[in-house]
């Protein structure tokens, strides 16, 4: 089995710079509703100063993508890793069932799970005094969520290698499931939550668009990281074998 991680990589950035586009063009606008929704209140408090600085829509725009691009080359090494994860406990399974199964864990542990606790909140929402507290333990709740999700692969890889079967197979997938599921529970109750209330003058339905965008983004890169990568390498494949049909076995 050939290295996936530069393949991955690779189209993690591609990923990224889809859905920066995708995300200028729907969330780029809900961002601007917000911002002129805090400048509104903070002339209306008279607290000019807290509204921030102003950065150009040009600059916005262009740092979202470059931080996308950022972040899908985190997801591709995380999809890499799972997929050989997946790989190893299902040897039965296709590549396109690895594939879509990484995915699939990945964009739960990493996207999902994660802003379901701490969920991305629109410019205005948000004290700079508790901004390095609450990245730190989404950072740590990130890494926490993906140990958990490895430890899952790791469980299957031994039930399935194991010579159990029948009954006790099955109470051995479903002692790994109750694990995992407790363990995410100790951790969403045992980490604080988001300790920024949304501001008064913040609708509830613009908080609502920036969130659903900014996780439909998450899931597209997914989508495009674990079909993308596959894909070439079914391709390539495919390449190979009609220019040499009968001297290389992949």
Known sequence: MRNILPIALII???AGLFVGGYLNVINVPVMEWAISLEEA????????????IEIS?????VGLVVGLIILG???????????????????????WSWAIMAGVLGF???SLIVQIR????PPGVGEESSLLMRQAFQFLFVVISLVSVCGVCLGLKFINESDSNGI?????YLSVIIIYLAVVVVVAFAFPSNPDPTPDWMPPELVILFRTFSLSGHLLMWLIISLGVVGYLKY?????RSRYPTDIDI
Not at 57 to 61: D, F, G, K, S
Not at 118 to 121: C, H, Q, T
């Open 168 to 172: 006790q197979r099955f109470a051995r």
């Open 236 to 240: 390539n494949e495919h390449g190979i």
């Open 57 to 61: 829509l040009a600059v916005q725009r």
């Open 118 to 121: 701490y969920p991305l909140n």
């Open 108 to 110: 739960w542990a990493v």
């Open 41 to 52: 209140a903070a002339l209306e408090s008279g607290d000019v100063a807290s509204s921030g």
């Open 73 to 95: 080359v985190f997801f591709g090494a995380i999809f890499t890793g799972i997929y050989h994860l997946i790989r190893r406990a299902t040897p039965g399974w296709n590549m």
């Open 12 to 14: 993690g950035a591609l």
